[in-house]
């Protein structure tokens, strides 16, 4: 960046409007190494008084350096995330987003943007996240990564290698966005009837639920697993059930369902689909979560 020769207020105006610019960038970045909306925010607001208090004169790349201290700042954050969701009762999900409603989501690649990747995602390191985000999702050469994460390009590629590795083994082949929504809404109505084996039809063998609702009734405190025992239970939720209108959303770029009763979100589901079936639900149920995501469909920018 050229010297700034304009008046302190000019100058300001001029990095508020390269800030804002980037801003959904540098959300998306913090977003997908987070999973918590929130935290993500918090810290794309850290990296706007970092570079408020920068002498911006000497910063050649205004891009480079915001994404270098939102991601430093992400891990950070991400580190002193992992103690805090100890204590979280039951499984953890990560905060799930309306992307339908964000026009800058076309403007990404969409991969890490998943809530099955973004949990995935949860097994790896903070700092093997951020390189996996930043290479995956925004196509940052290996160079770059590794000046952002403070190691050598061999190791970043190791790290981005290892990563895909271990996400690769635990993702299978999708089916197309319709057949993925078609199955999903029909697995939904199914419960809502009450239709065990429907249910457990549409299921692979070896499906798992994880549902979280931190404390929430009617949330199973740990996965379950096998078609037969998720079938039982996604239909002995009977405070969802009854009376409940039933949305297609869309949740993290995929489809969803959100249930909601007289006005108020009871919980919100999606989904992994194979061409066997579905083979994992995430049932968000967690209040605050569901209060996030109705947010994010008022307004959003990933």
Not at 8 to 13: E, H, T
Not at 129 to 155: G, K
Not at 215 to 244: H, I, K
Request: proline residues 5%; neutral net charge; contains cysteine.
């Amino acid at each position: 960046m050229h010297s700034e020769q304009a008046s302190p207020d000019g100058a300001l105006d001029e990095a508020a409007a390269a800030f804002a610019a980037l801003r959904p960038h540098l959300f998306g970045i913090a977003y997908r190494v987070l999973g918590s909306v929130v935290e993500a925010e918090d810290v794309v607001q850290e990296t706007w008084v970092r570079w408020q208090g920068t002498d911006r004169s000497v910063v050649l790349d205004p891009a480079g350096f915001l994404a270098r201290t939102t991601t430093r700042l992400a891990i950070n954050v991400a580190r002193s995330a992992r103690s805090r969701r100890e204590t979280y009762v039951g499984p953890w999900l990560p905060e799930p987003v309306d992307t339908s409603h964000d026009p800058a989501v076309g403007a990404e690649r969409a991969e890490a943007l998943e809530l099955a990747v973004l949990l995935l995602l949860e097994k790896l390191t903070p700092t093997e996240r951020a390189a996996y985000v930043l290479r995956e999702a925004f196509d940052y050469p290996y160079a770059q990564i590794a000046e952002i994460l403070r190691l050598t390009q061999a190791n970043t590629r190791q790290i981005v290698s290892r990563a895909r590795k271990r996400l690769a083994a635990r993702r299978r082949e999708r089916v197309g966005r319709a057949e993925h929504r078609r199955l999903l809404e029909a697995f939904v109505a199914a419960a809502q009837r009450g239709d065990v084996a429907a249910l457990e039809s549409m299921l692979t063998a070896d499906a798992v639920s994880h549902a979280d609702g931190d404390g929430a009734r009617g949330a199973a405190r740990t996965p379950v697993a096998g078609a037969e025992r998720v079938a039982a239970l996604c239909s002995a939720l009977p405070r969802f059930w009854p009376d409940a209108d039933a949305e297609a959303v869309e949740v993290n770029g995929a489809p969803g369902v959100l249930l909601s009763r007289e006005g108020t979100d009871l919980l919100l589901v999606t989904s992994s689909v194979s061409d066997e079936g579905i083979y994992e639900l995430l049932w968000v149920m967690n209040p605050a979560k569901l209060a996030a995501f109705a947010r994010s469909r008022r307004r959003f920018d990933l």
